[in-house]
């Protein structure tokens, strides 16, 4: 038994503690036992022996079986005692021997058995722990019942974690790349639609923004900061295959690794040069008893973001006030017996919201008092999702079945919008023979979605947005006689969303994936899988027309863009196809431990688009084209494109102490011409496990495991515009004008293109390391790296004039990202309590290093540019006379007559006057770099506590510093055109008497020197933001054993809850993550659900 303690405790990090005096170590054992977990060892040494096992985090404690002890303590004697018999297994239904089970805090306990069977008497009302090496505890309340049957959970210590890379699994105290990985626990359990939601803010310098808040929307990916000039995001796969996870059902994920550097990423070649984000569906559980879940969950959203503008009277004053001060004249509308209806209706809503023109009788003037966002957004809208799922299986047999549906509303209160997204996934397991298994796994991902018409045109530069700024409030919504208001070609937002038609979006996404698993000879298993995939998105655009009236209810016309009717139809039909074969070896010859995998991958996508139009609906509510009579339009396109690669790799552990790992991967992709298609993307990293070492040993104490990495590696970026980028197309349309009465077809001269077209290539340097202290309650992460981003595309030569035709894009250019991530975790626990939290921090920047921009453009790309730079005025206050506003000359930056209250700008060039000078590096006027929009400091602090039946999860997600310029009109819309602004602007806009206010004196429209880039109105977009809390209780064992239910759990949740931003205290006018985008609102969420497990 000596021997074969020692055996294990130099083969693994665990140590054992025992009473010489009370165990037999010279008894004998007869272990064979290979590629097998310890904790499956230690359940046969607990058969053969009497000694059971228990793990406190890298200690094993042995001690014999006690037949049942008892030592009374005050307080529990005179309780009633109760016998307890029953049985403790594993996931897949086999006995544990050697569980220990034990009353906390007393000498009450006994083992189990080499059946798994205990007996044990206890007080009534007592609580039991089932507690067992490599399995979760389990804490139990005896009440009357007297057969307690437990199956135990394996836990993964931080040592034995086991992470997905590219193509296998490795143990995370091996790993020589920079892999950062979760598992199913972070997306389980949550009111989420998606998994970016449920990631961000989970892994360090992974980069999730929710820049939308439409029904459906997703989420966009980064992996390590800016990638490219031609843009670049990770490469995301869910079983070895790309895929959107914005379709994805969050309960089905199992693991998600995530590959950051090129070490890791290397496997995956041409598509890895940013990242690769693994995903691993769930697979069944070895039980005889099918295990079912069902969970459901329903919210309360409200936006975030809220616009309020002026009403009627405020933007009447406001405009009036601007006008006079500018020409000396209120404004051109607000004429006497106009501002007289508008301040009676104001008054008194019972007066007309709008009368005939004085000048045109048939005309309407408007004088209502509409607050245009509660007529178009609603304060709350309902969210649901319900997800049912059964595994089960043995030893030759496994399965995992789901189904998930989740329905979403729209913030639009006068358009009907809902999202559906049906999910079903079933992955089948079966094991043919000892040396050979078959797998299918079946993903169908359905969605629809109806929603508003796309109005974006000049009048509706917000698309499809509920924020409508230009609107005023004067403006009613309905004309006295009952009819839609309109003014000219302006619409009518309500009528719009109400009357225009929608938009319709449906996908079937189905995905099949076959896979077979042979193991010929030992040591050695070789894998095919081929993935089939078809989706299909159909579209459908549907426009009626809307009418405009005269005083007298005739129509008098109709908006311009809903003229004529119209319906479009679209169906985008994808056709995806994967073939992925490898096999892997792996040996240990004493201390030296090898693996060795190859492989190939063909990839091929199959694309075609076709689309048709038609005019003049015949009959406008029902949108079918041959119901329509006017001109028919139709096209359509086709592409292809593939990708095939060899890959390799190769991994060296010598004594546990120094690691190795090569990559590399060949390959090909259609996108590049012949001659330069192939290129082959090496690797190489390094480990060293210190804790491991001999000198170590003083501090074994304090430290479980220290690990430093090295790495260096090349990958390329695919990611060029098209598919062809290297064929020079032609295109073909008619003429403008008639020749013998007709309009002859054209075929254009195709553009240029570059005959050396080939990849980008990065280069990634990567130094990290790895601790867990104090018995792996405290673990860190830290890694610094550099990339390099080589041979960008660009256009690069300047070509006469006379060509008349653009130069072609070319690899000349390159860039450079610097940056460190950081994790730091810490587990503790109690008798009643468990208690973790989680730590995140990251940093990156990105400079150019080669770009060819001889004159040094600052509006464009230049050498030593920092990306994210923002070039603006300094401004150093408002003029408070107007000799001080004329002081220096304006006329380059804005046309109209300088006055009290206007802008003051430094003068930089000292030239006597304000300019963006000729826009150069050599000569930018007054202009210099005031800020940067890079997210700076990037963090996350989620924390989790369990007491007793109550869980709490808290999670805060923010960006410590980073600048944005709001060029939207919700923030200057006061001063970029006529239309309405913002009412807090009313209160803060300079007047002698109001010197300190934040914004100058009122102007309508033409305000140039505002809207121009400047440090004053610069923000501050650093922000802290209570992205989740989650309140959570799971009923008693007791209770709900009755209802023959494994575990119900309960719960409230709130996402997006509180955030304080550095923003101007205007704040409720921006988002701080959606970078001053104010398209469609984020929400908070307020949700209500349940898990119940049979």
Do not use: C
């Amino acid at each position: 038994m000596l021997r074969f303690f020692k055996n294990i405790e130099s083969k693994t990090d665990f140590k054992f503690t025992y009473n010489d005096d009370k165990i037999m170590l010279n008894q004998r054992i007869s272990i064979s036992q290979e590629n097998i977990s310890v904790y499956k060892v230690l359940e046969n040494v607990a058969r053969q022996t009497q000694l059971s096992f228990t793990q406190v985090n890298g200690n094993i404690h042995v001690r014999t079986n006690p037949r049942e002890t008892r030592t009374e303590r005050v307080g529990i004697a005179e309780l009633a005692d109760v016998q307890v018999t029953g049985k403790v297994v594993d996931q897949t239904g086999e006995p544990l021997p050697g569980v220990t089970i034990a009353i906390p805090g007393t000498t009450i306990g006994t083992a189990s058995d080499i059946d798994g069977n205990y007996s044990l008497t206890v007080p009534e009302g007592s609580t039991l722990v089932y507690s067992f090496i490599g399995f979760q505890s389990q804490r139990i309340v005896v009440g009357q019942q007297t057969i307690i049957n437990i199956t135990l959970e394996e836990e993964i210590g931080a040592l034995d974690e086991v992470v997905v890379t590219g193509f296998g699994t490795q143990k995370k105290e091996n790993l020589t790349g920079a892999v950062s990985s979760v598992s199913k626990e972070v997306l389980e359990n949550r009111p989420i639609t998606n998994i970016g939601q449920g990631l961000q803010g989970q892994i360090s310098n992974l980069n999730i923004t929710q820049n939308t808040g439409t029904p459906g929307g997703g989420a966009t990916f980064n992996v390590r900061g800016f990638t490219s000039i031609n843009g670049g995001s990770p490469l995301i796969l869910v079983n070895n295959v790309p895929m959107d996870v914005n379709l994805i059902n969050p309960n089905d994920i199992e693991s998600i690794s995530v590959l950051k550097d090129a070490a890791s990423a290397a496997i995956y070649g041409a598509r890895a040069a940013y990242g690769v984000i693994l995903i691993t569906t769930k697979s069944g559980s070895k039980s005889d008893k099918p295990s079912i879940s069902l969970s459901f969950n329903t919210a309360v959203n409200t936006p975030v973001v809220q616009f309020e503008g002026m009403d009627a009277l405020e933007r009447m004053n406001y405009m009036n006030t601007a006008n006079i001060a500018r020409n000396g004249v209120p404004y051109y509308q607000f004429t006497d017996v106009y501002q007289d209806k508008i301040i009676a209706h104001y008054n008194d809503p019972t007066q007309p919201s709008a009368f005939p023109d004085p000048q045109n009788s048939n005309i309407w003037l408007m004088s209502g008092n509409t607050n245009w966002a509660k007529e178009l957004m609603r304060d709350s809208y309902p969210m649901s999702q319900y997800t049912a799922s059964i595994t089960g299986g043995d030893d030759r047999f496994d399965y995992y079945t789901s189904l998930n549906y989740l329905y979403q509303e729209g913030i639009n209160k006068q358009f009907d919008e809902k999202y559906k997204r049906y999910n079903f996934m079933t992955n089948l397991n079966y094991k043919i023979t000892d040396w050979a298994k078959i797998g299918t796994k079946i993903s169908m991902n359905n969605s629809n979605h109806i929603f508003p018409p796309n109005n974006s045109t000049n009048h509706f530069p917000e698309g499809n947005s509920p924020f409508q700024w230009h609107q005023w409030g004067n403006w009613p919504v309905y004309f006295p006689d009952g009819n839609y208001a309109s003014n000219g070609s302006v619409p009518n937002t309500v009528q719009f969303y109400r009357e225009a038609g929608h938009r319709k979006r449906e996908i079937q996404d189905t995905w099949l994936t076959g896979s077979l698993q042979l193991t010929p000879i030992k040591n050695t298993t070789i894998n095919f899988e081929y993935t089939s995939n078809i989706k299909n998105t159909e579209e459908e655009d549907y426009y009626k027309k809307l009418p405009m009236y005269f005083v007298d209810g005739s129509v008098s016309g109709y908006y311009p863009f809903t003229n004529p009717s119209q319906v479009t139809k679209s169906n985008y039909n994808d056709k995806y196809y994967v073939l992925n074969a490898y096999a892997d070896y792996a040996n240990t010859f004493g201390k030296h431990d090898i693996k060795i995998m190859g492989g190939f991958n063909q990839e091929n996508l199959d694309s075609r688009y076709f689309y048709s139009k038609r005019e003049n609906l015949t009959v406008e509510s029902i949108p079918f084209m041959n119901l329509a009579y006017g001109e028919r339009y139709v096209g359509d396109a086709a592409s292809q494109y593939a990708i095939r690669g060899a890959f390799t790799r190769f991994n060296y552990n010598y004594d546990g102490r120094y690691l190795l790992e090569f990559n590399g991967r060949y390959d090909g992709s259609s996108k590049f011409p012949k001659a330069d298609r192939f290129a082959f993307f090496p690797s190489l990293s390094l480990g060293w496990r210190i804790d491991n070492e001999e000198f170590f040993g003083n501090l074994d104490s304090t430290f479980d495991m220290m690990k430093v990495r090295l790495s260096y590696g090349n990958l390329g970026n695919q990611n060029v515009p098209g598919n062809y980028p290297y064929i020079a197309t032609f295109s073909a349309g008619t003429i403008n004008y008639l020749l013998n009465d007709d309009r002859p077809l054209t075929v254009y001269a195709p553009g240029l293109v570059s005959p050396t077209l080939t990849w980008e290539t990065v280069t990634q340097r990567n130094f990290g390391m790895d601790f867990t202290l104090y018995q792996n309650r405290l673990n860190a992460s830290f890694d610094v790296y550099r990339r390099d981003t080589k041979n960008m595309l660009t256009r690069s030569q300047t070509l006469p004039a006379v060509l008349a035709e653009s130069e072609p894009r070319e690899n000349a250019a390159d860039l450079k990202t610097t940056g460190w991530d950081l994790t730091v975790g810490w587990r503790q626990q109690s008798s009643d309590l468990r208690w973790g939290v989680n730590l995140i921090f990251s940093d990156y920047t990105s400079e150019i290093t080669r770009f060819s921009n001889p004159v040094g453009l600052i509006s464009d790309y230049y050498e030593g540019m920092q990306i994210g730079e923002i070039w603006g005025y300094t401004t150093t206050g408002i003029a408070q006379t107007d000799a001080e506003a004329q002081e220096l000359d304006h006329s380059n930056l804005v046309g109209l007559e300088r006055k009290a209250g206007d802008l003051l700008f430094a003068d930089l060039d000292n030239d006597g006057k304000i300019s963006p000078g000729n826009g150069t590096l050599d000569n930018p006027g007054d202009r210099s770099i005031i800020g940067n929009n890079t997210p700076r400091y990037s963090f996350g602090v989620k924390t989790d506590l369990q007491w007793k039946n109550f869980d709490l999860d808290i999670f805060f997600q923010g960006v410590a510093k980073r600048d944005v310029w709001l060029s939207n009109n919700f923030w200057l819309g006061g001063y970029t055109s006529e239309w309405n602004a913002h009412n807090k602007l009313l209160s803060d806009f300079w007047t002698p008497e109001n010197p300190d206010a934040y914004f100058p004196r009122p102007m309508v429209s033409g305000g140039s020197d505002v809207t121009a880039v400047q440090t004053r109105f610069l923000q501050n977009a650093s922000y802290l933001r209570l992205k989740q809390l989650t309140l959570g209780y799971t009923l008693p064992k007791a209770l709900t054993q009755r209802a023959k239910m494994e575990m119900v759990r309960v719960y409230v949740s709130g996402n997006n809850i509180w955030e304080v931003t550095g923003i101007h205290e205007y704040k409720n006018l921006s988002d701080p993550e959606m970078n001053g985008a104010q398209y469609y609102p984020i929400y908070r969420s307020f949700s209500l659900g349940a898990n119940i497990n049979f």
